[in-house]
């Protein structure tokens, strides 16, 4: 079983900027499509980005421009670089990783709040 955690969340201003990491306990090498979803306080949680083990990306149309994903397999880390951060971001950011297989795994969660 493979163990995600992410790490990097905050509190940051409007505007500024925070990197989150997600770190497995083993090698990526069967999670073909990786994922950082979202969830705030009374809110169904979304999808903001995904990336492929081909390094295709998606993203929410909410933070296209800002945010940024990335994988490096020889680390077995994914990453969100989140700029020009808005309130409307404020959320539990949660790492997730799909086999081949289309097994779920994910991340406990890591807080980012931004205020105005």
């Known amino acids: 079983q493979v163990q995600l955690v992410e790490s990097g969340g905050g509190l940051v201003q409007a505007g500024g900027s925070l990197r989150l990491s997600c770190a497995a306990s083993?090698?990526?090498?069967?999670?073909?499509?990786m994922g950082w979803h979202r969830q705030a306080p009374g809110k169904q949680r979304e999808l903001v980005a995904s990336?492929?083990?081909?390094?295709?990306?998606n993203y929410v149309d909410s933070v296209k421009g800002r945010f940024t994903i990335s994988r490096d397999n020889a680390k077995n880390t994914m990453y969100l670089q989140m700029n020009s951060l808005k309130p409307e971001d404020t959320a539990v950011y949660y790492c997730?990783?799909?086999?081949?297989?289309?097994?779920?795994?994910w991340g406990q969660g890591t807080q980012v709040t931004v205020s105005s």
């Open positions: 997730n990783g799909r086999t081949v297989w289309n097994e779920d795994y």
């Open positions: 083993k090698s990526i090498f069967n999670i073909n499509l």
């Open positions: 990336i492929t083990s081909g390094g295709r990306v």
